[in-house]
């Protein structure tokens, strides 16, 4: 069983940033990746970005030049840097580990204010 520990979510202005953190009870390696997803009221929960076991990084189109995902040297933790953020940003933003499937954590709630 994979546990996944979200925390930086948070309230912030329009143009302003946050970074989410994503600690795994298990490394990176081996795996499919991990990555966010995020799930806004009324919405499908949909793709953010993620990063592969080898450090390739991939991000939708919607967050493309403004959000980073990355990871850090023990390979268990990724992070999201968040700049330039927008109202339509605001979401639960829920990390995944994918080993076959996917692994989801509790998520952690982004608002962004106009």
């Known amino acids: 069983q994979v546990q996944l520990v979200e925390s930086g979510g948070g309230l912030v202005q329009a143009g302003g940033s946050l970074r989410l953190s994503c600690a795994a009870s298990?490394?990176?390696?081996?795996?499919?990746?991990m990555g966010w997803h995020r799930q806004a009221p009324g919405k499908a929960r949909e793709f953010v970005a993620r990063v592969t076991s080898d450090g390739i990084a991939s991000y939708a189109e919607s967050v493309k030049g403004r959000f980073t995902i990355s990871r850090d040297s023990a390979e268990n933790t990724v992070y999201l840097q968040m700049n330039n953020l927008k109202p339509e940003d605001s979401a639960v933003y829920y990390c995944?580990?994918?080993?076959?499937?996917?692994?989801w954590g509790q998520g952690t709630q982004v608002t962004v204010s106009s």
């Open positions: 298990r490394s990176i390696v081996g795996t499919n990746g």
């Open positions: 995944n580990l994918v080993i076959g499937t996917y692994y």
